[in-house]
Each structure stands twice: as C-alpha cells, then as structure tokens.
T-cell receptor
C-alpha cells in the first residue's frame, strides 16, 4: 500500500524556534506538496515541488521554506515559529504527468506557544 | 485564479438516508474533480474523482456528477452508515504550465446519526 509518512503527529514548539516538519513518500512520486489546514479555511497550499531540489511557492508561503534533497523526502521549515502558525500541516504527493488525486499523510498538528 | 465553493459546511443525516454535497468552480478550464474524505485524526483520502469528459461516475454507494455548463459538481452518498461520518472536501484541478494546480473547497462535516 502506498504511503506518505509524516514524522510527527503532534508537535509543540516555542515562539521563535526553527521547526522542521518531515515528509517521506514511498511511491516514487515526483510531485510533493505542503498544505496547512485551518477550520473554516480548508486546505491552503504553502509550497510544492515537482522535482528534486526544485520548489515553488504556493498561496501562503510567507514564514515558511522547504527543502527537497531527495525525491522521496520533502521538508517544511518554519524559520522562526509564531503563534499564527499553529495549525494542522498536511503533506501530499502525486504522480508526475497529467492531473491526479493526491495521497496525503496523516498530518502534523503543530502548536506554537 | 480558481475559486471553489462548497455547501453545506455541516450536514446531519439519519443512518440509511442519502447525503448530497455540492461544489461550484469558477475556471472553465478545470478538468479534474476529486473528492476526499478526512476521518478524525487522519489525512484526507481520495474516495472518488471525475474528469471533465464524464458527466457521472459511481462507485458502490458513492456517486459524483459534473455539470460543466453550470460549473458545478456534487457528491452523492446513498444508504449512509455511521462510518461515513467525516469531513469531505471537493477540489477542482487544472493543468497549467506543466503543473497541476488544485483548489480545494472548505469542507463539509457530515454526521450520520445511528
């Protein structure tokens, strides 16, 4: 069964900390995405990547960066965590060609205090 | 850009009844419409999808319809069961510049009452 694995289910960090959220997929997918999910706002795209070492900004990239050193791993980085980044973070991947559904990870619920 | 509106935001039905969730989209170039189910504590899971060259698709108790002229699509769940309780997201997808651009609705929380 194909999988997208997010390293942490729950995370509590202090304001100003540098935070790393890790995502690994085992489907050999080229495309990987980071979303945040907030009540009443649905899923909002933060960053995405269509190839190793490639990244593109999504709709809400401010305060975030990403890293994709290997095809299977896509990391989301909060350079200096703030309380308004408290959210559920979802990683997803998809095949490279055409339009397809995503496979999502289980999510990381991040609380910044 | 694309805008996807989803209604209702919450829906309660009795077990065995049908549930319908509706979405509208704004960009006529959108050509792929997936639906995701998110159970508590889990990530969204693709449950059914439809492409723009198809008007209806069915998979057991779940069906999706697409009206390209009106730019709306709907999810129909028949004979609902308690395990159908979840948040459902619609999405509209377009291939742009070699990339797939996906816009999600805000979600519908479905509660099936036993």
């Amino acid at each position: 069964d194909v999988k997208v694995t997010q390293s942490s289910r729950y995370l509590v960090k202090r304001t100003g900390e540098k935070v790393f959220l890790e995502c690994v997929q085992d489907m050999d997918h080229e495309n990987m995405f980071w979303y945040r999910q907030d009540p009443g706002l649905g899923l909002r795209l933060i960053y995405f990547s269509y190839d190793v070492k490639m990244k593109e900004k999504g709709d809400i990239p401010e305060g975030y960066s990403v890293s994709r050193e290997k095809k299977e791993r896509f990391s989301l980085i909060l350079e200096s965590a703030s309380t308004n980044q408290t959210s559920m973070y979802l990683c997803a991947s998809s095949p490279p060609v055409g339009v397809w559904g995503y496979t999502f990870g289980s999510g990381t619920r991040l609380t910044v205090v | 850009g694309e805008n996807v509106e989803q209604h209702p935001s919450t829906l309660s039905v009795q077990e065995g009844d049908s549930a319908v969730i509706k979405c509208t989209y704004s960009d006529s170039a959108s050509n792929y419409f997936p639906w995701y189910k998110q159970e508590l504590g889990k990530g969204p899971q693709l449950i059914i999808d439809i492409r723009s060259n198809v008007g209806e698709k069915k998979d057991q108790r779940i069906a999706v319809t697409l009206n390209k002229t009106a730019k709306h699509f709907s999810l129909h769940i028949t004979e609902t069961q308690p395990e159908d309780s979840a948040v459902y997201f619609c999405a509209a997808s377009i291939e742009s510049g070699g990339y797939q651009k996906v816009t999600f609705g805000i979600g519908t929380k479905l509660q099936v009452i036993p």
